[in-house]
């Protein structure tokens, strides 16, 4: 059985958590701690990040696209569409949401590295700049979630925990329609619902 190596709190592997579960794709789920460097990791991504998903075969994806991509071809696209313009439209929501979850880790790696004294605050305001435009854009224009739902709507409820988990009280204030997304999303789909971030 393929291997995740993984963490709960990153918005990457909950993505693909969710979209393995999603597409009925069995992995055995290895938590990782990034800061220990630990060799299964750094053995099997030299960059010593998460998510990365070991085949069978010994065979390592990185990058939590890739392995989305990869996922969607063993489950014979279970998780994008078939339709050239649905599947786009599919995969920039995804790349959204990831640029998202970028700008926001961005945020909590500055002050999590930095001593209080030097957390540069033109850099967090750009990257909150950023989060906010998207979110807005996605809040008056939400996703729609038909019954077979993309890695793009995938990707989104990840990004949505992710914040929650960090920036709650933050985010939320005027985009009540993705506030419901998120809960619509977890009322259709709540076998999912354990590999948000948390």
Same mark, same amino acid.
């Given at each position: 059985?393929?291997k995740?190596?993984?963490?709960?709190?990153?918005?990457?592997?909950?993505?693909?958590?969710?979209?393995?579960?999603?597409?009925?794709?069995?992995?055995? $789920? %290895?938590? %990782?701690?990034?800061e220990?460097?630990?060799?299964? $990791?750094?053995?099997?991504?030299?960059?010593?990040?998460?998510?990365?998903? %070991?085949? &069978?075969?010994?065979?390592?994806?990185?990058?939590?696209?890739?392995?989305?991509?990869? $996922?969607n071809?063993?489950?014979?696209?279970?998780?994008? @569409?078939?339709n @050239?313009?649905?599947? =786009? &439209? +599919?995969?920039?929501?995804?790349?959204?949401?990831?640029?998202?979850?970028?700008?926001?880790?961005?945020?909590?790696?500055?002050?999590?590295?930095?001593?209080? *004294?030097? %957390?540069?605050?033109?850099?967090? *305001?750009?990257?909150?700049?950023?989060?906010?435009?998207? =979110?807005?854009?996605?809040?008056?224009?939400?996703?729609? $979630?038909?019954?077979?739902?993309?890695?793009?709507?995938?990707?989104?409820? +990840?990004?949505l925990?992710?914040?929650?988990?960090?920036?709650?009280?933050?985010?939320?204030?005027?985009?009540?329609?993705?506030?419901?997304?998120?809960?619509?999303?977890?009322?259709?789909?709540?076998?999912?619902?354990?590999?948000? @971030?948390g």
């Amino acid at each position: 059985m393929p291997k995740l190596l993984y963490a709960s709190t990153s918005p990457y592997s909950s993505k693909v958590r969710m979209a393995a579960l999603y597409a009925g794709i069995a992995i055995d $789920l %290895v938590p %990782v701690k990034t800061e220990d460097k630990p060799a299964e $990791l750094t053995g099997a991504n030299p960059l010593g990040k998460i998510p990365v998903l %070991v085949l &069978d075969d010994g065979r390592s994806i990185h990058d939590s696209r890739a392995i989305t991509q990869h $996922l969607n071809r063993v489950s014979k696209n279970a998780l994008l @569409p078939r339709n @050239p313009d649905k599947r =786009l &439209d +599919a995969e920039v929501l995804e790349a959204l949401a990831d640029g998202i979850c970028d700008c926001a880790l961005s945020m909590v790696y500055e002050r999590r590295t930095r001593p209080e *004294d030097m %957390v540069y605050q033109p850099w967090l *305001d750009r990257q909150w700049a950023k989060i906010t435009a998207a =979110l807005d854009l996605l809040n008056a224009n939400p996703p729609k $979630l038909p019954k077979k739902i993309t890695t793009g709507q995938i990707a989104l409820r +990840a990004c949505l925990g992710y914040l929650s988990l960090r920036f709650a009280g933050k985010w939320e204030k005027g985009r009540s329609r993705l506030i419901r997304w998120a809960a619509r999303f977890d009322e259709k789909f709540p076998e999912l619902k354990p590999a948000i @971030p948390g």
